[in-house]
């Protein structure tokens, strides 16, 4: 059970949406159009938000810049089939998961779990593990071979982040956006200069990668060395 925002301006979809969500034990409020879901997103803090792309008053995509640059709150997006460009721009727009329309409620509601899974072992109350590596989240610990490694709180983010994450590739973009809360991005070195510094400080450097590997162009993994 969550209590989710719906953005949907189109009547018929909306009310199917709320029934639908509320029949799986949900608590739903929904607006019609961005602005009202903008104000909506940052005053109620729903654990989650449904935004139809194709909105009366501003794009959905434009809708997420702005939520981006003041809230985290998960978003599954709902496009139209011929809105399937949109897609990528809402996903670079800090969406977390899209369902295309006509979508089944069983599918939305799987997505909805996912997400929400995501959200919260990112933000997680337990200790992550990868090889060598313990980050206890809620104490912001960090040991390496046991021995304890002393980080800033940046830097502490970065790393914890990416221990959520572990074995999966993570952009720069996306590290900018959610350890930095820069959704427009930020001065071009800043993630460069404190994966250095993590790299340093677990004992690694950069032409001898242990745990945090740089995929070219991509963007950076946290991983057992193979
Ligand atoms: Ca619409």
């Known amino acids: 059970m969550a209590e989710l925002l719906v953005v949907e301006d189109d009547e018929r979809i909306r009310t199917a949406l709320i029934r639908g969500l509320r029949e799986r034990g949900h608590v739903v409020t929904s607006v019609g159009t961005a602005l009202a879901g903008l104000q909506r997103a940052v005053e109620d803090r729903p654990d989650l938000v449904v935004l139809d792309l194709g909105l009366p008053d501003l794009d959905g ?21 011929d809105e399937d460009a949109g897609v990528v721009a809402a996903l670079d727009a800090g ?4 369902v295309s329309k006509p979508f089944r409620m069983e599918q939305l509601e799987a997505r909805i779990r996912a997400v929400l ?86 004992g690694e450097s950069a032409t001898a990668p242990q745990l945090l590997q740089t995929v070219r162009g991509v963007g950076v993994r946290l991983a057992e060395p193979g």
């Open 61 to 81: 995509t434009e809708l997420l810049r702005m939520l981006r640059a003041v809230s985290r709150v998960p978003v599954i997006v709902a496009t139209a089939r």
């Open 95 to 98: 969406a977390d998961d899209y």
């Open 117 to 202: 899974r995501r959200a919260s072992s990112a933000d997680a109350d337990a200790t992550l593990t990868v090889g060598p590596l313990t980050v206890d989240v809620p104490g912001r610990r960090v040991t390496h071979g046991g021995r304890p490694v002393d980080l800033s709180p940046k830097e502490f983010d970065l790393l914890a982040y990416l221990a959520a994450r572990a074995g999966t590739v993570v952009s720069k973009r996306e590290l900018m956006r959610e350890v930095w809360q820069l959704p427009y991005g930020g001065p071009d070195k800043t993630v460069d200069v404190h994966l250095s510094w993590l790299r340093r400080k677990l």
